[in-house]
C-alpha cells in the first residue's frame, strides 16, 4: 500500500491505495474553508499551522496500515511553500520511522489522475485543469510525457471566481457560492467583454473581466449581485470555450477531461459537453468528490510513479511552490 499526503493550499487530506488492484483503502481530508472564509482567500501563515494540527490527527487513524506501507507519497510541488513543507516534512518523519523511500507527487499530475482513481488510466487525453492556482490546457500522453499548449496569462478561472466573491463580500471559496448566487441571476443584463476574444493566441486571461466586474459591482447595489455573478461566470466560462474552439481546429479531441476544483462548476460541464458533442470525442470527469484538492488523487499518481520507480530518499524532496508540469 502507499500512503498519500496532500497539504498544497488549505485541504489537509491523507489516503491509502493499494498498489495491486488500486483500490482506496482510506481516505480522509479536512478542508479550512471556515477559517479562511473570512479572509476571502488563503492566508498561508494561517493554513500551515492549520496542517500542522490536522495531519497528525488524520495520521493517527491510519497507524493499523503502518507495517503494510511499500512508500509514503506526498504533493512537493505546485502550492504554498508554507505549507508543501507540512506534507513534506510528515512524509520525510515516515520515511526514517518506516523505513520506507518517499514518492514526491506533482500536485497538477495528481489532478489528472484524480480521473483515474480506482480504475485504469485511459490515454492519450487532452485535459482541461481548471483549479484555484492553474488554468492550463494539457496534452497528457503518458504519466511522464505531458504537455502544457495553453496557460493563462495572469488569475486562473477558479481564482477568479474567489475574486468576484470577495467583491460582493460573499465569503471563500468564491466557486460554489458565485454559482449559487448566478443560478437566480440574468446573465444577458450585463455584457462583459470575452478576455483575448480577437487575440489569435491560445491563452487565458482573466485580470481584464476582474477589473470589469469590479466596476459593475462598484455602481450597484447587492440586489444585482445575481445578474453580475450569471454574467461573469457566463463571460470567464465563453472565453474558455472560445480558446478551446480555437484549438480543437488543428487537434480535434478524441478524449477529453476538465479536473480541478473548478471543474465542478456545471455551467462550465455543459457548455464544454455541448462542444464535444460536434466531436465526438469521448469526456471524461472526476467523481464530484474529488475534483477539489484531495490525498486519494496524490495516491492514484502515486501509483503511476511507483511503477516508473520514482522513489526517493528523505534528503531528496525538493519543494517547488512554483513548478509546472
Ligand atoms: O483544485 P482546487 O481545490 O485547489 C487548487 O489546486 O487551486 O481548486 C479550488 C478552486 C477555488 O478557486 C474555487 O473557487 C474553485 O476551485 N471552485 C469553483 C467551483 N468549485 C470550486 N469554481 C467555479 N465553480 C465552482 N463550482
Ligand atoms: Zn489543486
Redesign the pocket.
Given at each position: 500500500m502507499i500512503l498519500s499526503i496532500e497539504s498544497?493550499?488549505d485541504?489537509s487530506s491523507i489516503a491509502i491505495t493499494e498498489i495491486e488492484s488500486r483500490k482506496l483503502i482510506y481516505h480522509k481530508k479536512i478542508s479550512q474553508e471556515l477559517e479562511h472564509s473570512r479572509y476571502g482567500g488563503v492566508v498561508p501563515e494561517l493554513a500551515s499551522r492549520l496542517h500542522a494540527q490536522a495531519l497528525p490527527a488524520i495520521l493517527s487513524e491510519c497507524e493499523p496500515w503502518f507495517p503494510f506501507l511499500k512508500a509514503v507519497a506526498v504533493t512537493n510541488e505546485p502550492?504554498l511553500g508554507v505549507t508543501l513543507i507540512e506534507g513534506v516534512t510528515m512524509a520525510k518523519a515516515l520515511s526514517i520511522a518506516l523505513s520506507i523511500p518517499i514518492l514526491p507527487i506533482n500536485?497538477l499530475k495528481g489532478?489528472i489522475y484524480s480521473l483515474f482513481i480506482e480504475k485504469e488510466s485511459l490515454l492519450p487525453i487532452t485535459v482541461l485543469l481548471?483549479?484555484?492556482?492553474?488554468t492550463q490546457l494539457i496534452e497528457v500522453k503518458s504519466f511522464q510525457e505531458m504537455q502544457t499548449v495553453a496557460t493563462t496569462m495572469d488569475d486562473?478561472?477558479?481564482?477568479s471566481?474567489?475574486k468576484v466573491?470577495k467583491m460582493m463580500s460573499l465569503g471563500?471559496?468564491?466557486?460554489?457560492l458565485?454559482?449559487k448566487l448566478a443560478q437566480s441571476g440574468d446573465a444577458n443584463r450585463f455584457a462583459f467583454t470575452v478576455p483575448l476574444w480577437q487575440s489569435p493566441l491560445i491563452a487565458f486571461s482573466y485580470s481584464g473581466l476582474k477589473n470589469q466586474v469590479r466596476l459593475a459591482v462598484e455602481a450597484h447595489d447587492a440586489s444585482s449581485y445575481p445578474d453580475i455573478a450569471a454574467a461573469f461566470?457566463k463571460t470567464a466560462t465563453d472565453h474558455l470555450i472560445q480558446k478551446l474552439k480555437k484549438y480543437f481546429k488543428s487537434h480535434p479531441p478524441i478524449r477529453f477531461a476538465i479536473v480541478?476544483?473548478?471543474s465542478?462548476?456545471?455551467y462550465?460541464r455543459e457548455q464544454v459537453s455541448g462542444l464535444l458533442h460536434g466531436y465526438k470525442a469521448d469526456f471524461l470527469l472526476s467523481e464530484l468528490q474529488y475534483?477539489?484538492?484531495n490525498a486519494a488523487m496524490i495516491g492514484r499518481a502515486a501509483l503511476e510513479a511507483y511503477q516508473n520507480g520514482e522513489m526517493r530518499g528523505y534528503r531528496e524532496i525538493p519543494i517547488n511552490p512554483r513548478c509546472k508540469l
Amino acid at each position: 500500500m502507499i500512503l498519500s499526503i496532500e497539504s498544497s493550499c488549505d485541504d489537509s487530506s491523507i489516503a491509502i491505495t493499494e498498489i495491486e488492484s488500486r483500490k482506496l483503502i482510506y481516505h480522509k481530508k479536512i478542508s479550512q474553508e471556515l477559517e479562511h472564509s473570512r479572509y476571502g482567500g488563503v492566508v498561508p501563515e494561517l493554513a500551515s499551522r492549520l496542517h500542522a494540527q490536522a495531519l497528525p490527527a488524520i495520521l493517527s487513524e491510519c497507524e493499523p496500515w503502518f507495517p503494510f506501507l511499500k512508500a509514503v507519497a506526498v504533493t512537493n510541488e505546485p502550492g504554498l511553500g508554507v505549507t508543501l513543507i507540512e506534507g513534506v516534512t510528515m512524509a520525510k518523519a515516515l520515511s526514517i520511522a518506516l523505513s520506507i523511500p518517499i514518492l514526491p507527487i506533482n500536485h497538477l499530475k495528481g489532478h489528472i489522475y484524480s480521473l483515474f482513481i480506482e480504475k485504469e488510466s485511459l490515454l492519450p487525453i487532452t485535459v482541461l485543469l481548471v483549479s484555484g492556482g492553474h488554468t492550463q490546457l494539457i496534452e497528457v500522453k503518458s504519466f511522464q510525457e505531458m504537455q502544457t499548449v495553453a496557460t493563462t496569462m495572469d488569475d486562473s478561472y477558479g481564482e477568479s471566481f474567489d475574486k468576484v466573491a470577495k467583491m460582493m463580500s460573499l465569503g471563500y471559496p468564491g466557486g460554489p457560492l458565485i454559482e449559487k448566487l448566478a443560478q437566480s441571476g440574468d446573465a444577458n443584463r450585463f455584457a462583459f467583454t470575452v478576455p483575448l476574444w480577437q487575440s489569435p493566441l491560445i491563452a487565458f486571461s482573466y485580470s481584464g473581466l476582474k477589473n470589469q466586474v469590479r466596476l459593475a459591482v462598484e455602481a450597484h447595489d447587492a440586489s444585482s449581485y445575481p445578474d453580475i455573478a450569471a454574467a461573469f461566470q457566463k463571460t470567464a466560462t465563453d472565453h474558455l470555450i472560445q480558446k478551446l474552439k480555437k484549438y480543437f481546429k488543428s487537434h480535434p479531441p478524441i478524449r477529453f477531461a476538465i479536473v480541478g476544483g473548478a471543474s465542478a462548476n456545471l455551467y462550465l460541464r455543459e457548455q464544454v459537453s455541448g462542444l464535444l458533442h460536434g466531436y465526438k470525442a469521448d469526456f471524461l470527469l472526476s467523481e464530484l468528490q474529488y475534483c477539489s484538492d484531495n490525498a486519494a488523487m496524490i495516491g492514484r499518481a502515486a501509483l503511476e510513479a511507483y511503477q516508473n520507480g520514482e522513489m526517493r530518499g528523505y534528503r531528496e524532496i525538493p519543494i517547488n511552490p512554483r513548478c509546472k508540469l
